[in-house]
């Protein structure tokens, strides 16, 4: 089976700096896009930034130029280094893997989540 467990959520002041990590154990046989969102109280689970296979990158608006992620395929993790951070940037973060399992198939993975506050 496959589990992707994440970390490096915590408490951090308006303008302060985190780092989460996602890795994917289990038996995976290969690893495409891999994908951070985020989900504040009340509101839907929105994307925040993705990486291809090949080290190609997108993020949403609100978090250009301050968050950043990236993936070390050896290890099937993916980071996201987030700097600047607001308070509106409190969610539970998720991470989201499309892989190729223990079944040969590709399939799309969740996280648990991690809790990222920001306080003002």
């Known amino acids: 089976q496959v589990q992707l467990m994440e970390s490096g959520g915590d408490l951090v002041q308006a303008g302060g700096s985190l780092r989460l990590s996602c890795v994917a154990s289990g038996t995976v046989f290969g690893i495409n896009d891999m994908r951070w969102y985020r989900q504040a109280p009340g509101k839907e689970r929105t994307m925040v930034a993705t990486i291809t296979r090949g080290g190609i990158t997108n993020y949403t608006d609100s978090v250009k130029d301050r968050f950043f992620i990236s993936r070390d395929n050896t290890e099937n993790t993916v980071f996201l280094q987030m700097n600047s951070l607001r308070p509106e940037d409190t969610a539970v973060y998720y991470c989201?893997?499309?892989?190729?399992?223990?079944?040969?198939?590709?399939?799309?993975?969740w996280g648990q989540g991690t809790q990222v506050t920001v306080s003002s």
């Open positions: 989201n893997i499309d892989l190729r399992d223990w079944t040969s198939r590709w399939r799309n993975y």
